[in-house]
């Protein structure tokens, strides 16, 4: 049964085209009915004005129209019935979440995502994997077509600029990088102070080592440099010999050293070699891994970890996304100790 709004004929209309700097009136006309039907001005099953008293009431052009119809029933937004017309779809609500690369954790964190959404929110997940061009085709090509934003920022430094095509209030930044907008939202881990806490708290294991040696090369990580000053800080803080190392080196690998590893593929290569030099994981040699995973909790009788909570990351993500409210958080990081160390 379909809702008939004569929108345009009530003398102060519901839905307003807003004519925005650069858009198009076929962009204008596309991103007026979405920002209707994600403000719940106009709501599944809303019949909508036909081509042409849209025409009629707009200025716009038959053919404008008609096309920015196509455009809505392309995404899914508006749907059509002989002799009904065009209505808003019963699905309309729908969530642009773009991580940087599939990984254990992020798969948690997009687990927890969507555990905590209804079942009628769409969510399409893309990957950007750090390239510049692939990160802004992807959010220039969603532009309009979502209800909100969940963008996993391309690097540390600020808020990419492509991002300030999209409502602020619609935006959620996750992870990193440091909102130009104070309207933002965003959810991010503090890669520098909350790391040298969790080291201070893992001290006295730490110490049981003659050496620190960090395995991280920012070339093969997107994970910023401000770990290296960080943990290097630590160590001459206690007197803890450091190194930093590009890769693991099966030549120079040494018993009485704790390796603080970035990357799953190091941390791999770290266990592999222990084993063939028969040191023992957490006596000889010790491991501290960034980023805690499933996997983590069980190889080598557990690794501990200096990792923020994904899953608390995805549940806070869809809370802003159904609660629609301002969200301005720096997540906890946790030390979690196992046999690793």
Avoid: W
Wanted: charged share 25%.
């Amino acid at each position: 049964m379909f809702r008939h709004l004569f929108l345009f004929d009530m003398p102060k209309p519901n839905l307003k085209i807003d004519g925005q700097a650069g858009q198009t009136k076929l962009q204008q006309l596309v991103h007026s009915i979405t920002e209707a039907i994600s403000h719940g001005t106009l709501k599944a099953g809303d019949l909508l004005p036909s081509v042409n008293q849209l025409s009629r009431n707009t200025g716009f052009s038959r053919d404008t129209v008609f096309k920015a119809y196509n455009i809505l029933k392309q995404r899914n937004v508006v749907e059509s019935a002989p002799m009904k017309g065009y209505y808003v779809a019963g699905e309309s609500f729908k969530v642009f979440m773009l991580l940087d690369d599939f990984s254990a954790f992020k798969e948690q964190l997009y687990q927890s995502f969507r555990k905590n959404l209804p079942d009628s929110y769409a969510v399409d997940l893309l990957f950007h994997h750090y390239n510049p061009g692939v990160f802004k085709q992807l959010v220039e090509n969603s532009l309009g077509r979502y209800s909100m934003y969940i963008v996993m920022n391309i690097d540390e430094e600020g808020m990419d600029p492509v991002l300030q095509k999209i409502d602020p209030n619609k935006l959620l930044l996750l992870d990193m990088g440091t909102p130009d907008n104070e309207k933002v939202n965003y959810l991010l881990q503090d890669f520098n102070e909350s790391l040298v806490g969790c080291m201070e708290q893992g001290l006295e294991h730490l110490k049981k080592y003659n050496r620190l040696v960090l395995v991280y090369d920012h070339k093969s990580t997107p994970h910023p440099e401000v770990i290296v000053d960080a943990v290097e800080t630590f160590c001459k803080r206690h007197s803890i010999p450091f190194k930093r190392t590009n890769k693991v080196a099966p030549d120079n690998f040494e018993a009485g050293t704790v390796y603080f590893v970035v990357r799953d593929a190091d941390l791999v290569e770290v266990i592999k070699t222990c084993r063939s030099n028969n040191f023992e994981l957490g006596k000889d040699v010790g491991v501290l891994s960034y980023n805690d995973t499933p996997m983590k909790q069980i190889v080598g009788g557990g690794i501990s970890v200096i990792s923020t909570d994904f899953e608390e990351m995805g549940h806070e993500a869809a809370l802003f996304v159904k609660n629609k409210q301002k969200i301005a958080r720096v997540l906890p990081t946790s030390l979690i100790l196992r046999e690793s160390i």
